[in-house]
């Protein structure tokens, strides 16, 4: 088993102003990775970083500071939205490999990362979770309280857990959900 001690959450928005943190944390907290020493409360890091636009831009240099300087004791994972102007997303992956090309990350490196993006907003996912449907097309109805969110994830997360296939799941979420289950293989072995 992998010696990964820490999980960093790259994620859209600003500190206090966005539903995404209660569910990321509360997701990864209730799977529990096994290749994390759960002790202490540092085990998982919110890092918000702005617009897409912004998160592109500082992801290469996280990347350096997060997980190549911390000697491989660290995660990183990159949540973003995918939006109208993006078709779905490996497109939205390789915007930012371009970006960590050009600043001088190689492919084995940003191949660590693990991407998670929703389609148009992760209040898709939560409808999805809440109630069995959405319509990436659209953006989800807006969260109001963290804790709609938090029990999205711990939904999400028993899903997960079971292993079984997920009915109706839309293709943002079956894509992270793939990339999850990649990195889960690969601190495994």
């Given at each position: 088993m992998a010696s990964k001690t820490a999980i960093v959450c790259l994620h859209e928005g600003t500190r206090g102003h966005s539903i995404d943190p209660v569910f990321i944390n509360k997701l990864i907290r209730t799977l529990k990775p096994s290749w994390i020493r759960w002790q202490g409360s540092n085990i998982v890091r919110l890092d918000p970083c702005g617009g897409r636009k912004d998160l592109i831009g500082l992801f290469p240099q996280k990347l350096r500071e997060v997980v190549l300087a911390a000697g491989g004791n660290t995660t990183l994972m990159v949540w973003a939205d995918v939006d109208d102007d993006m078709p779905d997303c490996d497109a939205l992956k390789n915007e930012f490999w371009r970006e960590a090309e050009k600043q001088g990350v190689t492919r084995d490196q940003f191949d660590q990362v693990v991407f998670l993006f929703a389609k148009d907003r992760i209040?898709?996912?939560?409808?999805?979770?809440?109630?069995?449907?959405?319509?990436?097309?659209?953006?989800?109805?807006?969260?109001?309280?963290?804790?709609?969110?938090?029990?999205?994830?711990?939904?999400?997360?028993?899903?997960?857990?079971?292993?079984?296939?997920?009915?109706?799941?839309?293709?943002?979420?079956?894509?992270?959900?793939?990339?999850?289950?990649?990195?889960?293989?690969?601190?495994?072995?």
């Open positions: 209040e898709n996912w939560i409808e999805f979770l809440r109630t069995g449907a959405t319509d990436e097309s659209k953006e989800g109805p807006r969260i109001k309280h963290g804790s709609e969110a938090a029990e999205a994830a711990r939904i999400l997360a028993a899903q997960c857990q079971s292993g079984a296939p997920i009915k109706n799941i839309p293709p943002s979420l079956e894509w992270s959900c793939k990339n999850w289950r990649d990195l889960k293989s690969r601190m495994n072995s």
